[in-house]
């Protein structure tokens, strides 16, 4: 698509048409366009500026960082919703993992105490078999 350039005259010198969109006389950087040597980056910054849905140029800035706040606002929700759901999960896990070891606990606890009964239970006949006298 080739935009169509034009300086209009009369009360509005050096004010620039693009594509019928008026055009302030300086560029995005600051800088005034010099409407005799109108060079194709001035020319690229300015279309660029104004071509967003024909809004000034501060308005789109402002659109632009609207969404981009939105864009983050909604990504950062996302990710602490991620967060949330993993957490929640190593929760369950723990969970799970804390049951098996107190299970386990209780085993072990039994078996010692069975062991200790019977390391008893030997020692006592050990002294027994130790006080016989021998034939």
Request: charged share 40%.
């Amino acid at each position: 698509m080739k935009e169509h350039y034009e300086e209009e005259s009369g009360k509005d010198k050096g004010v620039l048409r693009v594509s019928g969109i008026d055009v302030a006389p300086e560029n995005v950087a600051g800088k005034p366009i010099d409407s005799l040597n109108w060079k194709t980056e001035n020319r690229a910054t300015c279309v660029a500026s104004t071509a967003a849905a024909g809004l000034p140029y501060e308005d789109w800035k402002k659109d632009e960082r609207r969404l981009k706040r939105k864009k983050r606002k909604h990504a950062n929700k996302q990710s602490g919703k991620r967060s949330r759901l993993r957490k929640q999960v190593e929760i369950e896990e723990l969970m799970m993992r804390y049951e098996t070891v107190k299970v386990e606990n209780i085993t072990l606890k039994s078996e010692m105490k069975q062991l200790m009964e019977d390391s008893e239970k030997l020692r006592v006949e050990n002294v027994a078999l130790m006080v016989l006298p021998i034939l």
